[in-house]
Every structure is written in structure tokens, then in C-alpha cells.
């Protein structure tokens, strides 16, 4: 059964630090990772998509790799800024019949001003 | 503008009196799924279904239904709500095939059953 780790659960950093959010699975048979960001109590908002032949996609200080072999992904956040802090999560789509989308449980982010 | 929509937004009910959150997406996909979040848990899928008059259990089915008869709407039904299923309700949805594209989540609907 897949299952998708997340740590650390939260973080604090300073403003203006890189940061690095770790996201883990067990199957490698998958079709591809999602990053979200999530503010309290609202929806989710879709960051960043790799399918499984991809190693890595960015968008604007965002940056996120895949390697399927070891079964990880990181989400690499440049210039933290105080409007960075929320909640990330990662899923994985699975490649088999059953087409499930397993989440992690998140790292809650705070970027300290 | 791409979207999914989920109404209500918010709802106070009491046990056992059947209620309906709709949901409707406007991007042709084939793919939507319903979840639950709460404290401690994460998100958890309560149905899918990878197409018209296609649906499958997730990981929490128990206590709902769901069904697909047009492409762009997947309500999720409780027949009799109970206290235990006050939570956050996400609709999401996604192209499938061979690439299936990103998840597009709705805003969520808050469910409190007294």
C-alpha cells in the first residue's frame, strides 16, 4: 500500500532563507507528484506537477525534483517571504488499476518576518 | 476561467437528515474525487470515479454515496449524517490517460453535524 511521508510537520525559517521540504513514498509506480500550498481553512492550490519521466519543474522562486527510484521529491522555496507560510503538501498518483491519489500529511510553514 | 465548484461552503445539520454538497467542474474532465480533512489526518479520498456512471471506493466510503450521470458533476450524498463526519470536504478533478494533468481542488465545504 502506498504510503506518503512528509517531514519535517513544520518548520520555521527566517525571511529571505532557502528552504528545502521533503516528501517521501513507498511505490514507485506512479504517474506523477503534485505540490500543493494550502492557507488555513481555505482550498488547495496547485504549485507544481512532475510527471514520472520528468526530474524536476519550476515555477517563478519554486522548484521541485522527482526521483523515482529512491521514491522522493523535494520542493526547494527560494527567498522565503512572510506570504510563503502555510501548508505544503505533496500527492502521488498511483500507476495501477485503482488510479488513487495518496496525500502526505503536510509541512507547516512559517517564515518569520 | 477553469473552476470547481462545491456548495454549500458551509452547513450546520443534525444527525440523520439527509443532505447533498454538490460539486461541478467547467474543464471536460474525467476525473473527480471527493475528500475528507481533519486534524492529525490529512486529507483522506472518500469516492472517485474515472468517469460517467464510473465510481470507486476510497479509503473512507463508509456513511456516503456518490454519482457521476454527467461528466461534470459529482455530488456527494450523506443518507444519514452523524457527528463523526463533521469535517472539511474537498471535490477535486483532473484529466486522465496516459499524462493525467494536475488536481484541481475546489474551495471546500465545512460540515458540522450536531
Known amino acids: 500500500k502506498q504510503e506518503v511521508t512528509q517531514i519535517p510537520a513544520a518548520l520555521s525559517v527566517p525571511e529571505g532563507e532557502n528552504l528545502v521540504l521533503n516528501c517521501s513514498f513507498t511505490?514507485?509506480?506512479?504517474?506523477?507528484l503534485q505540490w500543493f500550498r494550502q492557507d488555513p481553512g481555505k482550498g488547495l492550490t496547485s504549485l507544481l506537477l512532475i510527471q514520472s519521466s520528468q526530474r524536476e519543474q519550476t515555477s517563478g522562486r519554486l522548484n521541485a525534483s522527482l526521483d523515482k527510484s529512491s521514491g522522493r521529491s523535494t520542493l526547494y522555496i527560494a527567498a522565503s517571504q512572510p506570504g510563503d507560510s502555510a501548508t505544503y503538501l505533496c500527492?502521488?498518483?498511483?500507476?495501477?488499476?485503482?488510479?488513487?491519489?495518496?496525500f502526505g500529511k503536510g509541512t507547516r510553514l512559517h517564515i518569520l518576518p | 476561467e477553469a473552476q470547481v465548484t462545491q456548495n454549500p461552503r458551509y452547513l450546520i445539520t443534525v444527525t440523520g437528515k439527509k443532505l447533498t454538497v454538490t460539486c461541478s467542474q467547467n474543464?471536460?474532465?474525467?476525473?473527480m474525487s471527493w475528500y475528507r480533512q481533519d486534524p492529525g489526518l490529512g486529507l483522506r479520498q472518500i469516492y472517485y470515479s474515472m468517469n460517467v456512471e464510473v465510481t470507486d471506493k476510497g479509503d473512507v466510503p463508509e456513511g456516503y454515496k456518490v454519482s457521476r450521470k454527467e461528466k461534470r458533476n459529482f455530488p456527494l450524498i450523506l443518507e444519514s449524517p452523524s457527528p463523526n463526519q463533521t469535517s472539511l470536504y474537498f471535490c477535486a478533478s483532473s484529466s486522465t490517460g496516459s499524462n493525467p494533468g494536475e488536481l484541481f481542488f475546489g474551495e471546500g465545504s465545512r460540515l458540522t453535524v450536531l
Open positions: 511505490d514507485s509506480a506512479i504517474y506523477n
Open positions: 474543464m471536460n474532465h474525467e476525473y
Open positions: 500527492a502521488v498518483r498511483q500507476w495501477n488499476r485503482d488510479d488513487k491519489i495518496i
